[in-house]
């Protein structure tokens, strides 16, 4: 059943895709991006919105989310994910593997899609696993994964440990067009651990994790994309050696792309102090240092993409002495906030770059549709309020779960509304659909 | 500015004459100093303990035995006031109670309270043959059916004042003085 | 003469106390020492509180020297031992916090395996909360009983060179010494192998020594940690011989020190490895001075606490001393 004709007014239209920074109508007709002009005619039947004084970009992507589903159904369903992304002002989430059990063959795959299609709200992708099991021994059945709907493959939760493990990843995944994403984390550094190493752990008498766990491994990873050509895309950076790392193996023409949350962009281990389970995350949350060369690296695109890594926990779960918790926090209604007042509003980004951050560098890295709002691209569009004033509340969360360390933060930006195939799947008027 | 009226009722002279005969009742009714332990109540007991002793030491040429007993924790309304009082230091000579003449010493007695704790700390230390409870202001008030045996100045009380017993090695001097709050300026 | 230097609710750590805090414990441990020589070991302080011993990890002389040091108020005790499958740990510490609110404790004594946990039921219940080791966080009444130790013998804790000796990264007798040590005017300094002590320890203001012939050169106190056989097992050292061979306390390496040393520690010993039996059995060790301070040590930190409340604390610690 295609949408009606949707017409949006007056708004400034934002697509660094096209270059395009300027107040513009756009109309969406069955489901794809009809036309960009001013003083548009609204045809038949169509819907008309007004959003003057609003942004008007392509549709926000998230390339890293846990939904939980199947077998953590108690802490997010990948309804819930995807009613949670759009009420953030995402159109699409990739959706990580590490289920019970977890994605590694197409029938899991086909499941996760169908999920996502049922529940009608941002696109949901699954990214399947690299290994069976995602235990790190041989490959899944990737090419059929693929041919079921996945966009990437990952052993997320964990790192491809071994390293000729990798390069088979890396070297076979290109027969079927998509990156290895990988979360780089060598656990014989980082065993035991659950904050950054540093004074705060010592402090705190908590077993911390290196900077180097991360780095190690990122640093295996792009010499082995070199090795080999394949895609490679690091999820989750959180060092400044990462960062730096990235640059140069870019500059050498290795194909890699990069993520960062925006926790890594705004909080440091200080955050940890009281054993506030809240900001227990892994990555870990690092320095001042860490986030100085996060935040210039997103800047200059060393890093791609702004990713979540929504990690939804029950209450219980995070409710026990620190080392017991689970790592994460949700992370898909607090993003955008987070980047604006974060990140645009104090001049790290411009707003063109922050779209780019996080809807073109996205549907790039992971050859995605969407991504821009050019004539022909799928209608998914994010329209952003960027003077609204609100204040993260957990409790009117529509995710499942509430573990965030944002709690309370006065935020100024929001999605006004998120549309998908031209479809209006989330107006913050009017609530869920 | 005051808001307090002091009113001396014993000079250094008169504390020191009163001492010296509340030091010849000790000895009477203890019968011999062998079997005589003075103890002081921290703090300003325990000065007027050192003085006793010494009386007595000059008087019979014999030093009393004597030691001092900190009642705080044996308080009867410890968990109700505010702060923890600072503990201080209970002391017994060596030989303990048992079997001897106790003369607890304290400076002044009002509720009693002070003296049931004293008695209640004591019968954690042993059984002495006998207790009398010295002080050197008695001011009324009693809370509790409890008498001192020796005391040096009986004087009659208001809950509004305070009896304070002033020693050279806390106050700087030797005195005793009655201090009732000030009457309404008009 | 009263001091307000209330400690509030619990006592967590040492960290959050300030000099006179601990002064006042100190002090207040003083007079508690003579109630256990009395023939009668008690006094109705804490008569009709009802304080329960929470240990999840096993633990004979501290859980002993609470108890001593509770009955010896007058408290009644309950000893609930949770050690047990680490699974149920979590879930156990939530529930058990719920269940002992319900109870109307009066008073918890906790050891926990996770750092944190201390912090993580006081702030959950009406109850005092004292900290028996949590982790490798904080043991706050052991720091305390090695200052008293130590002011004991050498008169002060001003000035006073104290080098604590061991697996320094795995201790939370190590954290909390640091923290009361330095607080105090001391000066402090850790000793170990570089695999067992903590990144950035040295921001925490000590120095930091790889030999323990430099730290006995340097120290009027060692107070030597116990090796954990776990950490061999877990390869942070190579083995039990190669640590006593080179970070051991032994009769040779005290007799070529410039000064007397005084030897602490807390306790049980590996003799012949961090320790050689003729030092803990020598006379610089007050290892058994300890034991006794540790009861009245825990008494005055009870009495302290017993019907405290947090805003006493606050302004306490902002408060000048009275006198």
Known sequence: MTPRPLLLRGGRVVDPSQGIDDVLDVLLVDGTVARLGRGLEAPEHAEVRNVSGLVVCPGLIDLHVHLREPGGERKETIESGARAAAAGGFTAVCAMPNTDPPVDDPAAVGF???????????RVYPVAAVSVGQRGERLAAIGEMVDA???????????VSDAGLMRLALEYAQTFGIPVANHCEELSLSRGGSMNEGLVSTRLGLQGIPNAAEDVMIARDLLLAELTGGRL??????????????????????????EVTPHHLTLTDEAVDGYRTEAKVNP??????DVAALREGLADGTLDVLATDHAPHHYDEKEQAFDDAPFGMVGLETALGIALTELVRTGVLTLSQLVDRMSCGPARAFRLPGGTLAVGSPADVTVIDLDAEWIVDPDKFLSKSRNTPFAGWKLVGQAALTIVGGRVVWDREVGPR | MTDQNRRLLLDERAVERTLARMAREIVERAGSIESLVLLGIQRR???????????????????PASGTLDITLYRDDLMAIGPRPVVGETRLPSGGIDGRVVVIVDDVCYTGRTARAALDELADFGRPARIYLCVLVDRGGRELPIQPDIVGLTVETTAGQRVDVLVPELDGRLAVELVSPAREVE | MQVDTALGKDLVGLEPLSAAQIRAILDTAEPFKEISERAIKKVPVLRGKTIVNLFFEPSTRTRISFEFAEKRLSADTVNISAVGSSVAKGETLVDTARNLEAMKIDMVVIRHGSSGAARFLADRIESNVINAGDGRHEHPTQALLDMLTIRDHLGRLEGVRVCIVGDILHSRVARSNIWGLTKMGAEVAVCGPRTLMPPYVTELGVQQFSRIEEAIEWADVLNVLRLQLERMQAGYVPSLREYNRFFGVTRARLLRAPRPLLILHPGPMNRGVEIDSDVADGPHSVILDQVTNGIAVRMAVLYLLAGGAPERAEAAKSAPEAV
Do not use: F
């Open chain 1, 149 to 159: 709907g996945a966009v990437a493959i990952s052993d997320d939760g964990r790192p």
């Open chain 2, 45 to 63: 007991g325990v000065q007027l303990t050192e003085r006793l002793a010494a009386e007595i030491e000059r008087a019979e040429g014999v030093r």
């Open chain 1, 284 to 289: 870990p949350l690092r320095t001042a240092e």
């Open chain 1, 112 to 122: 996760v899609r169908a999920q996502g299609m049922r529940a009608g709200y941002a």
């Open chain 1, 233 to 258: 895309h690091i999820q989750h950076v959180s060092t400044r050696r990462g960062v730096e790392m990235i640059r140069a193996a870019k500059e050498r023409g290795v194909p890699v792309t990069a």
